[in-house]
């Protein structure tokens, strides 16, 4: 058996399709390490079986660091297209950016004028109106898939304390449609409550990100593993999202978590 630096423990948690694996890390660098070489070795493999890689990976705070140590890895670059799961609708200089986060812990592999390097892109592709901005993102992943939905070799995906996922969020009425809609991207509303999302965002639908081959969540903290068990036993989207997400998934689903 493979030893796996860090690895302390994999919990088995009961949910509502069936058992849910969470692999336990005994820090963030070593459970980051994982994840990036788990990347890493799925990219380099699609590239390896058809000349190209295509995967999707999720902003905030969390995935940051391994974003940073991605860059590390000796991958043809120039093959590989990176999608976002979701992003805030703000201009992509903006603090509160995504995209702004992943091209900063990025940069080092990233394409940019003239240089060979990963193209990252952006869902956010027209500043002035949230449905045009999803409707012109819809189109890029289209192309991206000669015309059809394109499947991703790779999901690198989180959850919030309130077990939101993406930009699907508990209470929200996206909920009501995102599960079964026939588009790859939808615009999200501001919550007209204290909730989230208390800004606009732009996500992709739950049918797109199915189209995964490969579907990780990486979710730091003893508060956010506590609500993940709690929200496996739900099936319901409108207050355990992640719960919704886990039930219809149509493979496996993995987390990696580390206090």
């Not at 796996?4 to 399709?17: C, D, N, R, S, V």
């Not at 952006?122 to 993102?137: E, F, P, T």
């Not at 081959?213 to 989207?237: E, H, M, W």
Request: aromatic letters at 8%.
């Amino acid at each position: 058996m493979t030893m796996i630096a860090g690895l302390t423990e994999t919990l088995t948690l009961q949910a509502a399709k069936g058992p849910v694996t969470v692999h336990v890390f005994d820090s963030p660098a070593s459970a980051g390490a994982y994840i990036a070489g788990d990347i890493a070795r799925r990219l380099g493999d699609a590239i390896a079986q058809r000349g190209r890689a295509l995967w999707i990976g999720c902003g905030g705070t969390t995935p940051k660091p391994i974003y940073e140590r991605l860059v590390q890895a000796g991958l043809d670059w120039d093959k590989i297209r990176l999608f976002q799961v979701d992003e805030r609708f703000v201009p992509t200089d903006d603090a509160a950016s995504n995209t702004r986060m992943m091209r900063e812990a990025l940069q080092p592999v990233l394409s940019a004028q003239g240089k060979p390097g990963m193209e990252l892109v952006s869902l956010i592709q027209d500043i002035g109106d949230q449905y045009a901005c999803a409707a012109k993102a819809e189109q890029t992943l289209l192309d991206a898939g000669n015309g059809a939905a394109p499947q991703f070799d790779y999901a690198l995906m989180g959850m919030g304390p309130d077990a939101h996922y993406a930009s699907i969020f508990p209470g929200h009425p996206i909920n009501g449609t995102v599960y079964t809609s026939k588009s790859l991207v939808l615009p999200v509303a501001k919550s007209t409550t204290d909730l989230e999302p208390q800004l606009p965002r732009i996500t992709l639908s739950v049918p797109a990100i199915n189209a995964s081959k490969r579907i990780l969540f990486y979710i730091t903290g003893q508060t956010k593993l506590n609500v993940l068990k709690a929200a496996c036993l739900s099936t319901d989207p409108f207050t355990a999202p992640i719960g919704a997400f886990l039930a219809q998934s149509p493979s496996p689903v993995e987390f990696v978590w580390t206090a």
